[in-house]
């Protein structure tokens, strides 16, 4: 690296002078940064970087490798993906604050230690809020502020994390961690809440459907996916990311079903593909750490262009609910032909990218014999494609036509999706371009006959269920509605339990002031029988008090004098 | 954005109910012949699960079938009106 520096700070300091840019110098400034930041990248090669010792602790603020690389590749290839989808905005918070999340993510993946990590894991959340912020309504607001809450939150639990381990190992060095010590322990719930472990996962849902239409893109790619780099590198091989995992594929599948939001069901699909990712990493083998960190990237790209393709129905349309959509491939074919490789892919179809990425976690759990393992994930993986690959374009796009006729997507997001379509084709039809770019070495051939045959026919007889229960109603309809979920317990249950405690907490200091009151009066009358109209001061007029002073004070010096 | 529909709009081959039925006929129909080719490919799979005729088909059905059965279940417990936690 000729400037000793995070690739991270060219996104960061290169969003301050954006508020003092307009009109074509501003796009055009808005793409370079990405590409200049990619340019650093390419030009890097592996070592650490950006040495410094603060208060004798030694902080390495680059550390560029095979993980690292890999990380750094994906957030830029989100990072400008998202600013040409949002090139048509003016709100420049917005620009400034993507930027900065943007460039934080990337300063987070390269950290080298713990500090320095904890400083960009703050910065993300801080950036971040922003975009759910940007919406500029009263539920957007509430929304961003539970997520700013736990977000901070796990940063806390980073930053005790990671002063035990420092005590422990005298090292601030980000390497294995592991769940041997305290800190340890801390550190991977720190990481859990951002990777939306199961129970501490509702922010994602909460937060990412409130977000801004370009800013929700970039949400969906960066603070989820900075988690799974930093349990891949403090926890591989950790068992319980195993069950964790798995269940975080299962659950939120159900939801995703009955969820009428499409950006929520988006948020919901999100969490179950993370899951793939936490088992890779659990597995902790090559093929199953290569095959995690694959299915981040392809995730990244292909959940970017389903977001996109929501936001553009939001923009145009207005709404995202499934219940108030459908028959939109009428004026929104390009959007709708988008968001369908987007769902092919999620749903990892043979030439998409899902399929030669999520297929790697899968055969690594299958090599180790794990068969409860796989068969949850095979089930999740039916389960994906029912409620993401499915249900998504055909409520938005097709099904009952809702007669909602707009315009199609502006051209700019129409070039983003675009992008990110031809990346998720060209990924999945040409693995082994992208395979060379993994960090870890292991072989892997996905286009097997028995492989694809499998694929497609678990797939095709998914659609199957689909189209059955649907032609015989019993599929249940898209309603509008709220479904409860973990974040009932802080948002409903805590909220009448911190009603209950201020309604106690005001009877005490009731009483409390109350008997402060009475001693007060007390005090005051007792004051008033010395000092008041009746008491001995009173009672003197001016010269007499005079006298009387004067003769206290002669007294004393007098007595003073004998000393 | 207009909304309602439009009587001079054009038409769609969509829009066609006997064309949807023709759709879905192929569909199934493809589904079929997906069957089929299960005993045309040599499996190698890891688990004795995988070499029964059609698993992964009747997995898939199966799986989707239960998903959307017990998340319609799990409306009676958690559904709630839309503006619940605004109110």
Redesign the interface.
Known sequence: MSVELTPGLILILGALPVPLLWGRVRSIYLLALPVLAFALMLDTPNGVFGQLELFGLQLTTARVDGLSRFFGYAFVVAALLGAIYALHLKDTVQHVAGLVYAGSALGAVFAGDLLTLFLFWELISLASVFLIWASRTP?AYRAGMRYLVVQIGSGLLLLLGLLLHFHETGSLAFGHIGLESPGGVLIFFAFGIKCAFPLLHNWLQDAYPEGTVTGTVLLSAFTTKVAVYALARGYAGTELLVPIGAVMTAFP???A??ENDLRRVLAYSLNNQLGFMVVGIGIGTELAMNGAVAHAFADIVFKALLFMAMGAVLF???TVKGSELGGL??SMPWTTGFCIVGAASISAFPLFSGFVTKSMVMSAA??Q?R?WV?IVL??AS??VF?HAGIKIPYFAF?GH?S?????EAPLNMLIAMGLAAALCIGIGSLPEFFYALLPFQSEYHPY???HV???????????????I?M?TG???PE???????FDWFY??LGRSAAGAVGRFAARIWQAFAGAAAAQTSRIVEKLGSHYGSGGIPARMTQTSSMVFWTTVLLAAYLLLSYF | ??????PTERR?W??DRANVDRL?RG??A??AL??L??LF???????AI?HLF????????A???T??????Q??R??????????R
């Open positions: 539920q599948i159900f939801y079903v009955i145009r349309v207005g491939y009428k299958m090599e014999d068969f796989w095979l089930f039916a389960g029912h097709f036509d007669g909602k006729r707009c315009r097997s006959p028995d045959t499998a694929q497609v026919q678990l797939l095709f007889w998914s659609a199957l269920a689909f189209a229960l032609r019993i599929y249940p309603l509008l509605s709220t479904n409860l979920d948002r409903r | 954005m207009t909304k309602g529909p439009d769609y969509l829009d879905v569909f199934y493809f589904c997906l069957l080719l299960d490919v040599p499996k190698h799979g890891a688990f995988e059609g698993f992964y088909a009747f997995f898939g059905f799986a989707c079938v998903l959307v059965l017990v998340a319609k799990l409306r417990v958690l559904m709630r009106t839309e503006d619940y936690y605004e």
